[in-house]
């Protein structure tokens, strides 16, 4: 079965920075793409970054420039380095992947401070 499982969550401060991480496991990690999203009080999922299994990165406008999604295959994880956080990057931020189906971790809260 597939299991995603995220930590480096916490509390900063508005400037800061935090690194999450998603340790995967029950997929051909190094063949799938990754992608992680996050979900705001009262607010829908958003789509944060993706990486192929190639390494090429995307990002919505909101983060581009802040965040980074990196993977080490050697480790089955995908990372999330964020920077220059701001209050509205107050989240709950989910792993996901999309082969052999649609799997989600269980989140990983970001609180940033004002």
């Known amino acids: 079965q597939v299991q995603l499982v995220e930590s480096g969550g916490g509390l900063v401060q508005a400037g800061g920075s935090l690194r999450l991480s998603c340790v995967a496991s029950?997929?051909?990690?190094?063949?799938?793409?990754m992608r992680w999203y996050r979900q705001a009080p009262g607010k829908q999922r958003e789509w944060v970054a993706t990486?192929?299994?190639?390494?090429?990165?995307n990002y919505p406008d909101s983060v581009r420039g802040r965040f980074t999604i990196s993977r080490d295959n050697a480790k089955n994880t995908v990372y999330l380095q964020m920077n220059s956080l701001k209050p509205e990057d107050t989240a709950v931020y989910y792993c996901?992947?999309?082969?052999?189906?649609?799997?989600w971790g269980q989140g990983t809260q970001v609180i940033v401070s004002s």
């Open positions: 990486i192929s299994s190639g390494g090429s990165t």
């Open positions: 996901n992947t999309k082969v052999p189906f649609d799997s």
């Open positions: 029950g997929i051909i990690f190094s063949g799938n793409i």
